[in-house]
């Protein structure tokens, strides 16, 4: 029977350890909360480690096929479900899956597109509502050039300095 110097568990000592080991270099300090944590289970014999590797990594492999990602189907092609009718019908119903997204994006464009227009006539509906009033609040803007008035030499375009 072996003892260890130090023991996976919470101590001063261990505490210490870890902290020294994340200022010095922060992979340290996470290999010593780790042992600190999980040294038990291993229990310092490399059998015991193997062990629990082992397990780890046969339930790892026993789930793989059970998670898939849902937005990327193209992955389902590369399974075989063993059943040539079936995988015919997947690959048919995935590809009418493909058209439909295909017309559901050409739509939310199109959407787009006419939002974008609909945004720039109401931004230049405002903008003309603002250049007419402000046309109409500068003094002798708006008001129609009489042209019955002697040419005296100015050419002010009915522009006044008084």
């Given at each position: 029977?072996?003892?260890?110097?130090?023991?996976?568990?919470?101590?001063?000592?261990?505490?210490?350890?870890?902290?020294?080991?994340?200022?010095?270099?922060?992979?340290?300090?996470?290999?010593?909360?780790?042992?600190?944590?999980?040294?038990?289970?291993?229990?310092?014999?490399?059998?015991?480690?193997?062990?629990?590797?082992?397990?780890?990594?046969?339930?790892?492999?026993?789930?793989?096929?059970?998670?898939?990602?849902?937005?990327?189907?193209?992955?389902?092609?590369?399974?075989?479900?063993?059943?040539?009718?079936?995988?015919?019908?997947?690959?048919?119903q995935l590809r009418r899956l493909d058209e439909e997204r295909a017309?559901?994006?050409?739509?939310?464009?199109?959407?787009?597109?006419?939002?974008?227009?609909?945004?720039?006539?109401?931004?230049?509906e405002e903008f003309d509502r603002f250049m007419n009033e402000r046309r109409g609040s500068r003094q002798g803007?708006?008001?129609?050039?009489?042209?019955?008035?002697?040419?005296?030499?100015?050419?002010?375009?009915?522009?006044?300095?008084?």
């Amino acid at each position: 029977m072996t003892t260890a110097i130090i023991k996976p568990q919470w101590s001063p000592l261990t505490i210490a350890l870890m902290v020294l080991g994340f200022i010095l270099f922060w992979p340290i300090g996470l290999a010593v909360l780790g042992y600190i944590l999980w040294g038990e289970k291993f229990g310092g014999s490399p059998e015991k480690a193997q062990a629990y590797w082992n397990k780890g990594k046969a339930w790892c492999s026993s789930n793989k096929g059970k998670h898939h990602n849902w937005t990327n189907h193209r992955s389902y092609g590369m399974n075989s479900s063993g059943n040539a009718a079936f995988d015919d019908y997947r690959a048919e119903q995935l590809r009418r899956l493909d058209e439909e997204r295909a017309r559901l994006d050409a739509e939310i464009e199109a959407f787009h597109e006419y939002m974008a227009n609909l945004n720039k006539a109401k931004d230049r509906e405002e903008f003309d509502r603002f250049m007419n009033e402000r046309r109409g609040s500068r003094q002798g803007y708006g008001e129609p050039r009489n042209d019955s008035k002697p040419d005296n030499g100015d050419n002010n375009s009915g522009w006044t300095n008084t």
